[in-house]
């Protein structure tokens, strides 16, 4: 079974410039979480997503995120304009999202950004 | 909200010994999950054990195994016979009890267990 893809893995980009990233789940599964791990630091939720609603956006700046899951499959996360303290290895994690037990989340490799 | 905290940011063992990784939690929740999750370098996120809050046991997954005191608020993990391949990043966590499809996980810090040869 396919893991969850994300892409690019390396993305370098100037401050004040625009960046997205691109997740594919696993197949079947409902919900998908997008993490931004700052170097050193566990990973942080930035938005939870279930089929193609939005479960949890609290902690993302919507002054300069966005990110979508229309079809409720693939799921982009988008950064405009870049800032030099978004420079992290942003994860892509999802599951099952069955209700009233435990669903174990899946990561992607995650796509390194470094904003210069 | 929930904090999850890793005092050790670095451990090293010896190759085959036994090795001991500490994790605090601050919650008012009563029903919740707790995780270790492994992150070697470079490489992807992956599921060491999980633990369930309303179980006295302690979960065991071969080499990995913990301590949970839930009084204490304490989750503790033990890696024995420790091998190169141990050597990342392990990340504790923490879940929230479920009452729908799915729940963020709270990380802490991080600790950088490195095994020698």
């Known amino acids: 079974e396919a893991g969850v893809a994300q892409s690019p893995r390396y993305k370098i980009i100037e401050k004040r410039q625009s960046v997205a990233f691109w997740c594919n789940p696993i197949?079947?599964?409902?919900?998908l979480y997008w993490y931004q791990q700052i170097l050193g630091q566990g990973p942080k939720l930035l938005i939870q997503?279930?089929?193609?609603?939005?479960?949890?956006d609290s902690q993302l700046p919507k002054d300069r995120f966005s990110a979508e899951r229309l079809k409720g499959v693939d799921s982009t996360l988008k950064i405009q304009p870049a800032k030099l303290e978004d420079s992290a290895v942003y994860l892509c994690?999802?599951?099952?999202?069955?209700?009233?037990?435990?669903?174990?989340?899946?990561f992607g490799p995650g796509t390194r950004l470094t904003v210069l | 909200a929930q904090t999850v905290t890793q005092s050790q940011p670095e451990m090293s063992v010896q190759e085959a010994e036994t090795v001991t990784l500490s994790c605090t939690y601050d919650?008012?929740?009563?029903?919740?999950?707790l995780f270790w999750y492994k992150q070697p370098p470079s490489r992807q996120m992956i599921l060491v054990i999980r633990?369930?809050?309303?179980?006295?046991q302690n979960a065991t997954e071969n080499r990995f195994s913990v301590n949970f005191q839930k009084a204490a608020k304490s989750f503790s993990l033990k890696i024995s016979d420790s091998q190169l391949g141990d050597t990342a990043m392990y990340f504790c966590?923490?879940?929230?009890?479920?009452?729908?499809?799915?729940?963020?996980?709270?990380f802490g810090g991080g600790t950088r267990l490195m095994v020698k040869p």
């Open positions: 633990q369930e809050a309303y179980k006295q």
């Open positions: 997503f279930q089929n193609n609603g939005v479960v949890d």
């Open positions: 197949s079947g599964h409902a919900t």
């Open positions: 994690a999802s599951s099952l999202g069955l209700a009233g037990g435990y669903n174990e989340q899946f």
């Open positions: 966590a923490f879940m929230k009890g479920l009452n729908n499809a799915g729940n963020m996980l709270t």
């Open positions: 919650t008012s929740e009563n029903n919740y999950y």
